[in-house]
């Protein structure tokens, strides 16, 4: 299995509106894949201008943020391509598509990195941050997923949620509790968000 590295992705479309999204890169080499279920604001944009910056986030809220429908999150200028990237970073990479393989659902777009920095030191995550990465991924695929499955992995991580988190995790995790709850009528009646958000 590839070594795929959980970050924020910014691209920009032909007209320079900015798309921010939560994507897995996959690594080959020194290079990353992104590749986007079709359809995807991130497909056209990629076309239209093929450079992307991938950031760690240095807060989990812009991951969860971002599958709940808020994603307005601060940016800053890159380097060396004409796209933006995240603000509140530990670190980022800019890259160039170098290339492009069609599918009709799922196109693979190839990064080189042009450029990468670190922000800011980077001293470690406590276990909700990984507990609400975890529950970010399984709430974009409620459609594909069983249901009592998707609520049970949602137990399981809440646990260390309501042992380790501090506020900021809390309410990213209550983002998504409530994301789910609101999709899945079996949900309604679980215990899904927790205290002190």
């Known amino acids: 299995m590839p070594l795929i590295l959980e970050t924020i992705v910014t691209t920009v479309s032909a007209h320079g509106a900015l798309h921010l999204v ?16 079709r359809p995807s604001p991130t497909i056209a944009n990629l076309e239209a201008v093929p450079f992307f910056a991938a950031a760690a986030p240095a807060d989990v809220r812009v991951i969860a943020g971002c ?26 990479m800019e890259l160039q598509v170098v290339e492009v393989r069609d599918d009709p659902v799922r196109p693979r777009f190839r990064g080189r990195v042009v450029h990468d920095e ?3 030191p980077f001293l470690g995550h406590n276990r909700a941050v990984n507990a609400v990465l975890e529950a970010a991924i399984l709430s974009t695929r409620l459609h594909r997923l069983n249901a ?8 399981h991580h809440r646990i260390a949620v309501e042992k380790t988190a501090g506020p900021a995790e809390r309410e990213a995790w209550n983002w998504i509790a409530a994301k789910v709850v609101a999709a899945l009528p079996q949900a309604a009646a679980a215990s899904l968000a927790v205290d002190g958000a």
């Open 22 to 37: 939560p994507f897995g890169l996959i690594r080959d080499g020194e290079d990353f894949w992104v590749a986007p279920f």
């Open 67 to 92: 599958v709940t429908g808020r994603r307005d999150w601060p940016t800053a200028a890159s380097r060396t391509i004409p796209v933006p990237r995240l603000a509140d970073a530990y670190g980022h």
């Open 118 to 120: 670190a922000h800011r």
């Open 148 to 155: 009592e499955t998707v609520l049970a992995e949602l137990h």
